[in-house]
T-cell receptor, first 115, second 115 residues
Framework: AQKVTQAQTEISVVEKEDVTLDCVYETRDTTYYLFWYKQPPSGELVFLIR??????QNEISGRYSWNFQKSTSSFNFTITASQVVDSAVYFC????????????FGPGTRLSVLP | ETGVTQTPRHLVMGMTNKKSLKCEQHLGHNAMYWYKQSAKKPLELMFV???????ENNSVPSRFSPECPNSSHLFLHLHTLQPEDSALYLC??????????????FGPGTRLLVL
């Protein structure tokens, strides 16, 4: 069965600090996809990244970067030079491919960036 | 702009009431989803529709009844709910449900309180 664990329930940092959000997943499939979503206080989920299981290259997008390591089943998310607007709940999610019933979210990590 | 709208944004109802949540997507997508996000559980997928046909029903109680009259609209009819059904209900859409890797675009959610 699929499972996504985000061990950090809440994190607080001061603005301009770097912060890493952890995501560990479990799946029996060799083909799968990993996602990160941001949920600001307004409630909607905002897609950040999708990564497939065959591509272990790390990705950087502005202040965001992702470290995918199949050996440890982790897909961690780092925000560099955090800003107050980064305050949100961040969800890691796992989906099996092709079409299947399992699209599982982790419990989320609430990030508070203090000015 | 997410392209997915939900109404109402907030709803308070008694256990004997009947109400409906509405979701509309303006993205030309073929698949739509209902998710439930409660305070103590990870995001849960409730229903999936593809081209107005329900393709997934994840053991949701019958007091939740979805309806998809066309690919742009999705409803969630509620009746005789319980207080534990209080949660944020999120609607999402994607281009094609058969390729689950496609990005899902989420609406802002309806925050439901059952008294």
């Amino acid at each position: 069965a699929q499972k996504v664990t985000q061990a950090q329930t809440e994190i607080s940092v001061v603005e301009k600090e770097d912060v890493t959000l952890d995501c560990v997943y479990e799946t029996r499939d060799t083909t799968y996809y990993l996602f990160w979503y941001k949920q600001p206080p307004s409630g909607e989920l905002v897609f950040l990244i999708r990564r497939n299981s065959f591509d272990e290259q790390n990705e950087i997008s502005g202040r965001y970067s992702w470290n995918f390591q199949k050996s440890t089943s982790s897909f961690n998310f780092t925000i560099t030079a955090s800003q107050v607007v980064d305050s949100a709940v961040y969800f890691c999610a796992l989906s099996e491919a092709p079409y299947g019933q399992n699209f599982v979210f982790g419990p989320g990590t609430r990030l508070s960036v203090l000015p | 702009e997410t392209g997915v709208t939900q109404t109402p944004r907030h709803l308070v109802m008694g256990m004997t009431n009947k109400k409906s949540l509405k979701c509309e997507q303006h993205l030309g997508h073929n698949a739509m989803y209902w998710y439930k996000q409660s305070a103590k559980k990870p995001l849960e997928l409730m229903f999936v529709y593809s081209l107005e046909e329900r393709v997934e029903n994840n053991s949701v109680p019958s007091r939740f009844s979805p309806e998809c009259p066309n690919s742009s609209h999705l409803f969630l009819h509620l009746h005789t709910l319980q207080p534990e059904d209080s949660a944020l209900y999120l609607c999402a859409s994607s281009q094609d449900v058969r390729d689950r890797v496609e990005t899902q675009y989420f609406g802002p959610g309806t925050r439901l309180l059952v008294l």
